[in-house]
Structure formats: C-alpha cells, structure tokens
C-alpha cells in the first residue's frame, strides 16, 4: 500500500528555519512528481510547491507565498521529499501535507505534519 | 492566479437525496495538451484529503460511482447521487492546468 509519512514538524519562531520530511513506499518514487500542500488551521487549501523527476531535470515550481523562502528537493535512493522553510513567518503556520502523483497529480495524500511558527 | 469560485459554500442534504456542487474558473482550464486538470478532493474531518475525481470526470479507484464530474472550460460540476453518511466532508476543486495550483474555497457537506 502507497504510504506518505511527513516528519519534522513543530513550534518554531518567526524568521528561523525548519526543515520537514517526507518518507514514501508502496509505489515507484522516482517515477512521481511530488508536491507539498499546506492547510491553515480552519482554512481551506494552498498548493505550496512541485518537484518534478529526474528526467525532467527535478524541476522545481513554488507559490509566490513561498518563493525565495521555500526549497523542495527529493532524495530518489531513499524515497524521501523534503521543504526546507527559512525566514518563517507567522502566516506559515499550518499543516503540511505531501502529495504524490499516482496515476494524476495529488492521488497519494500523508496524514500531513504542523508548523507553527510563533514567539 | 487562477480564482475557483465553489458554491453553495454549504450543503444541507438528506441520506439518499442527490446533490450538485459547482466549481466555476476565472479562466479556461483546458491545457494546451488538450487535457483538463481539474479535479475533486474530500477532506472528512480531521483527515487528509483524498482524491475522488481527476482530470474532470474519471473516478479515482475505489471511489464509488455515485460520485461523478462533468463540466469544460471554465464550469464544472460534482455531482453525488444518493448521499450517503460517509459522504460527509469538505468538498474542494482544484486546478493544476496554470501556475500556480490553486484550490476552490470548499463546499461543507453536512447530512440532516
């Protein structure tokens, strides 16, 4: 069975960095694009970035919310996916899902991960 | 950005009755490739979403068939014939034919 299993989550202040992970089985990773979605708390939900496969260069795609402040990279020989965040902002705050690309975009769903940034 | 307008925001529906939602574009969602990438999640809550519908009308596996999209260009709609208890939920559409990917506002199921 497909399994996406974020980690890393947690209580970080505006401005630090956070790195969240992303560990997947069941299907054949480097073959999937791979997405981070995030959901405020009580909100609905926000596409936070893309990274495409090998080849097609590992390609990476970010919301204007993020860019500049969000990296997505991928590890194929370990099956994992990560979001490096810098310059928190309060605004960040909420649960992040990983999203695999299954026969479409967004078919494989992890139970997601919280940040939340505050002082 | 791509706006998707869902209505109703809520839905009051009875075990059994059908019911629409619509999710409208405020631009043309057919990619140069021919193909339309909208598609249709339910988050039940305190869930994930999951995947219900892609690429405006194919059921994902395991999705019943009560469930069905239809819809072109800028309109579309889900529609669930015969709600059932389980169908509770939020139901988002969500487009990825134009950077960035961008989420309806959500349509809240709730059974009487």
């Known amino acids: 069975a497909v399994q996406l299993v974020e980690s890393g989550g947690g209580l970080v202040q505006p401005k630090e960095s956070l790195k969240i992970s992303c560990a997947a089985s069941g299907f054949t990773f480097s073959n999937a694009a791979m997405y981070w979605v995030r959901q405020a708390p009580g909100k609905g939900l926000e596409w936070v970035a893309r990274i495409r496969t090998k080849p097609n260069n590992y390609a990476t795609y970010y919301a204007d919310s993020v860019k500049g402040r969000f990296t997505i990279s991928r590890d194929d020989s370990k099956s994992m996916v990560y979001l490096q965040m810098d310059n928190l902002k309060t605004e960040d705050t909420a649960m992040y899902y990983c999203?695999?690309?299954?026969?479409?975009?967004?078919?494989?769903w992890g139970q997601g991960v919280m940040v939340t940034v505050s002082s | 950005d791509v706006v998707l307008t869902q209505t109703p925001p809520t839905l009051l529906a009875t075990i059994g009755q059908s019911v629409s939602i619509s999710c409208r574009s405020s631009?043309?969602?057919?990619?140069?490739?021919?193909?339309?990438?909208l598609n249709w999640l339910l988050q039940r809550t305190g869930q994930s979403p999951q995947p219900l519908i892609y690429?405006?009308?194919k059921l994902e596996s395991g999705v019943p068939n009560r469930f069905s999209g239809s819809g072109s260009g800028t309109d579309f709609t889900l529609k669930i014939s015969g709600v059932e208890a389980e169908d509770l939920g939020v139901y988002y559409c969500m487009q990825f034919t134009h950077y960035p990917f961008t989420f309806g506002s959500g349509t809240k199921l709730e059974i009487k």
């Open positions: 631009q043309s969602l057919l990619h140069s490739n021919g193909n339309t990438y």
């Open positions: 999203t695999a690309e299954g026969g479409s975009p967004f078919d494989y």
């Open positions: 690429l405006v009308s």
